[in-house]
């Protein structure tokens, strides 16, 4: 026996759990990613060993296993992370709130797929390799010192061989490209150094100037100047107090938020301008609603308002660290959220005055919202204050029984609707939970109406069958709310707004695919395309082809209301101006000529579609442009400094 043994069985570990973490991940692993690797695992074994060199035989033994089962257990974590959220876990997540979900923890760890256990197997091979080994455990100094060089030659350099690389470990939001490029090990490291060492950078706006773009010239002035009736369509904002307190401004940051903010192009109004103003409106985000739950027969109401009202068959839902919070967050201020950490916990005691819910209220509305949970998860109290909300009532407030699973939407509504019906004029958001997994053990709802179901899909498994079961009771819901409004005489005048959070976390991917009506879910980001169902009783149904996302909400439904706002100021467009893109935390967009990925940094066009080389780069910077924005918007509390621009002034 040697006493190279050691360091070379903890080596061979080290790499087994990076390669096992990367087959069951990928199914195969780029030569480059295992040369990475190698080179780290070697280090690690080298490093450790020489920390261990004077330690006993059997302390060496021991803390090698607590090592290789610490890393092993991070792996098991990354993939079980991705299989519920399909996203990669970082430590940010858990230092801003993540310990909130910790209630999960239990059902998180057994519903693993049994692949995951693997990453556990080489901490007891090691330990079985190693039981007898007595040698002393010898590793030169020389040895240690060109292991230290070999490991910060691969952490320190990743970051800037790339300029993908660079903005994913910046950023840290393109999680997925991280670790396919440099495995679960390395990723590892560079997770904690970005929470001990993180970078406040100057906010710096790359040019999207296209190449052939030419420069607009002012007519020459005539002695007698024509007086032009201004075009009703036209927006023109006076940017007068704005432009002056930027030039003052001695915060970099901020200033460079009001310069991109001031030079973006003002988005015009167009044929559906005000149709809706003075109705009343009413905003769903309904957890996990998916079209993998939706039936002509078990959920009657959802069919008939999706196939009567307008129609978004390229609508998505991006997913971030937080679904529900940050997806809120999203569709209520069209700000974009960190890659990496619950944007939600840091956005709760901000000015959210730009938020679509404060947009109603300064036109007069009175603003409501409900949900049937507490604040476990996020301080909605706070937040919803934060919105602008004159009302919020939750489960504490309102007489809604808890059931094993989740609570009732249908007695939700029930309990809210004598709240707001009444008002004369009245914006109602409300946040529902029935349909919550878990979806592979018994709840209440559940279970509920899964004899209608077998009725209808006897074929179908037993966790949809439970979503659908959910999904009826959701249903039910909205069968109350259009029989109330008809009741007041209000449903001609109310507005109805619902869509996702997300889609069914814990229910497999192949069967949400293999059972979707209604949209192809297969391709690129295919799996994000969700339901916006947008229906009101007097309007004609109308579809809309163009790709959208939760980013448009707000300034789509400020346009058709008629409210005042500044288009500049979210991160989303109008969905019937036509010029829409759905955007990802890593920096993957979609426009309709087709999908660009950073990860292989190609575009790839839709049938008949196609976009420049330069059109591609100049979108491509506008994407990374507003993420950076978007988050220092976040971090600077923006529009507590500049209140008055989410009430911009027209000009004359």
């Known amino acids: ?26 199914g195969q692993i780029e030569l480059i990613a295992v040369a990475r690797m190698l080179a780290v695992s070697f280090a690690l074994a080298i490093i450790l060993s020489f920390a261990l060199k004077k330690a006993s035989p059997k302390v060496s033994l021991i803390l090698g296993f607590l090592v290789l089962l610490l890393f092993g257990a991070y792996a098991f974590l990354e993939l079980q992370f991705k299989n519920f959220l399909n996203g990669y876990y970082s430590f940010q997540q858990y230092a801003v709130g993540g310990f909130r979900v910790g209630v999960f923890a239990w059902y998180f760890i057994k519903t693993a797929k049994p692949q995951y256990w693997l990453t556990l197997l080489p901490a007891f091979a090691f330990l079985l390799i190693n039981l007898k080994n007595k040698a002393e455990n010898k590793v030169s100094l020389r040895t240690f010192l060109l292991s230290l060089v070999i490991f910060a ?24 490209f991280i670790v396919r490029e440099t495995g679960v090990n390395t990723f590892f490291f560079e997770d904690i150094a970005a929470v001990l060492n993180k970078k406040e950078d100057r906010l710096i706006i790359e040019d999207t100037t296209a190449p052939d773009a030419t420069a607009e010239t002012s007519p020459e002035p005539t002695e007698t100047p024509e007086v032009i009736e201004k075009d009703p369509l036209v927006r023109e904002f006076d940017d007068i107090r704005w432009i002056a307190d930027m030039e003052k401004e001695t915060d970099e940051t901020v200033k460079s938020i009001d310069q991109f903010l001031l030079n973006r192009k003002v988005e015009q109004k167009n044929e559906k301008t005000g149709i809706y103003e003075g109705y009343n409106f009413i905003y ?26 307008y129609q978004f068959p390229n ?37 959210l005055n730009n938020s679509m819910a404060a947009l109603f209220k300064r036109a007069g509305y009175d603003t409501f919202s409900f949900h049937n949970w507490d604040d476990q998860f996020y301080d909605r109290t706070e937040l919803h204050h934060s919105y602008g909300i004159d009302v919020y009532k939750d489960i504490d407030d309102l007489d809604i029984p808890i059931v094993q699973g989740w609570q009732s939407d249908n007695v939700l509504m029930e309990q809210a609707l004598p709240d707001f019906i009444h008002s004369d ?20 709802y559940g279970n509920h109406y899964l004899e209608e179901i077998n009725k209808v899909h006897p074929e179908y498994p037993i966790e949809l069958k439970r979503f659908i079961s959910k999904t009826m009771e959701f249903d039910k819901s909205l069968e109350t709310l259009l029989n109330a409004l008809e009741e007041e005489g209000k449903l001609d005048n109310t507005v109805i707004c619902f869509w996702p ?38 309007t004609p149904t109308e579809t809309v082809e163009d790709v959208c996302s939760t980013f448009d909400h707000v300034p789509t439904i400020a346009n ?47 049938e008949g579609k196609s976009l420049s080389e330069n059109e591609v780069e100049r979108i491509s910077a506008e994407v990374r442009n507003l993420i950076k924005v978007g988050r220092a918007i976040v971090d600077t509390d923006y529009f507590h400094l500049r209140d008055y621009i989410t009430d911009p002034v027209e000009k004359e």
């Open 284 to 309: 769903f985000l309904v957890e996990s609603l998916d079209y993998v739950g939706i039936d002509p027969e078990l959920t009657p109401t959802i069919y008939k308002m999706m196939t009567e009202g």
């Open 153 to 176: 030659v691969v952490m320190f350099t990743l970051p800037y061989g790339s300029l993908n690389y660079r903005n994913a470990y910046e950023n840290q939001d393109n999680f997925d």
């Open 560 to 606: 058709l209301f008629g409210l005042n706002y500044d288009p500049r100021l979210y991160m989303g467009t109008d969905i019937f101006n036509g010029d829409t893109r759905v955007m990802f935390a890593n920096g993957d967009w979609i426009t309709n000529e087709g999908i660009y990925t950073v990860y292989d940094g190609e575009f790839n066009p839709f």
């Open 501 to 538: 959070d997300h889609h069914p976390f814990n229910l497999d991917t192949q069967v949400i695919r293999k059972y979707t009506q209604y949209a192809d879910r297969y391709g690129t980001h295919g799996f994000y395309k969700s339901p916006l169902i947008l229906y009101c009783a007097s």
């Open 1 to 26: 026996m040697t006493s190279y043994k050691y360091g070379l069985s903890l080596f061979a570990c080290l790499y087994f759990i990076d390669y096992i973490f990367g087959m069951v991940s990928f």
């Open 425 to 444: 004029k009245f914006f109602t958001f409300i946040v529902t939970s029935t349909m919550h997994w878990p979806y592979d053990e018994y709840s209440y």
């Open 315 to 351: 609508h998505y839902t991006p997913v971030f660290s937080c679904g529900t919070g940050d997806s809120e967050l999203v569709s209520m201020t069209s700000m974009m959220p960190y890659g990496s950490a619950c944007t939600v916990y840091t956005a709760t005691p901000n000015d």
